[in-house]
């Protein structure tokens, strides 16, 4: 079976790989995950995590500071010098990284367990044996990122949209995308709470134990607990409801 694993390889014909990860960067800051002042990972450590090249890792960079998102000196790590982004064009979903947070959290939640969970069952019966192996390892790179709610919630998207993208129907993987990104800065305050992360990184592991069995019902299943625990943590953390919904 062809791989299926992760957007990245779509794109590539379009797009070069380290344009690619600009603009995955991008959308972390937009959506939220990334803020003023925060410190990158290490090239080492962003490669391992997006699966590309320390060269590629460090092309991206290189194009963020000529464009002044990022802060780049010698002997410090880098850091995100503005949110100031420019998000035309950042078509990974369906809209722009930040829309979906005009909806309130029981109608994002509802829509989640409806699309998501039969997104990603699509997505158990196509994953080869080699994408899931790179799910795993996927986890052992979360596992290091512990510690660091901002390293964990990158590995973290890059987790779901792998299995996202796998489902084979790029418009409902794009559409799920969206609804992921709901309120992204608020649960990355939720992953700062003690054992959050640790819960987070179980359900993973369980709904890597489901795609390993090809169990479309189990990878449902764990994917369901996984979207209850984002709900309630968002929800601990942040107002139900967020501005007007769009029309």
Not at 40 to 45: D, M
Not at 58 to 80: D, F, N, Y
């Amino acid at each position: 079976m062809a791989s299926t694993f992760a957007p990245l390889q779509e794109a590539i014909h379009k797009q070069t790989a380290k344009e690619i990860i600009r603009d995955k960067l991008v959308s972390l800051i937009a959506s939220g995950i990334l803020q003023v002042g925060d410190e990158l990972p290490s090239e080492r450590e962003l490669a391992a995590m997006l699966s590309v090249s320390r060269e590629t890792v460090r092309g991206a960079i290189q194009r963020l500071a000529g464009e002044g998102v990022v802060h780049v000196s010698q002997g410090a790590r880098t850091r995100i010098a503005t949110v100031d982004v420019d998000v035309a064009g950042q078509r990974i979903g369906v809209t722009n990284p930040t829309a979906i947070n005009g909806y309130d959290l029981e109608s994002v939640h509802a829509a989640r367990l409806l699309v998501e969970t039969a997104v990603v069952a699509d997505a158990a019966l196509r994953m080869s044996p080699e994408d899931v192996a790179r799910l795993e390892a996927s986890l052992e790179t979360q596992r290091m990122a512990r510690e660091d709610p901002v390293r964990f919630m990158i590995c973290d998207r890059e987790f779901h949209l792998a299995i996202y993208y796998a489902s084979g129907n790029k418009l409902l993987a794009d559409f799920v995308v969206d609804l992921y990104t709901y309120m992204l800065d608020h649960r990355r305050t939720a992953m700062g709470k003690p054992g959050a992360i640790e819960r987070s990184l179980g359900d993973h592991r369980a709904i890597v134990a489901a795609l390993r069995q090809r169990d479309p019902s189990a990878v449902a299943a764990a994917f369901r607990e996984h979207i209850l625990r984002i709900h309630d943590t968002t929800l601990a953390v942040g107002p139900a409801r967020r501005g007007v919904t769009p029309r």
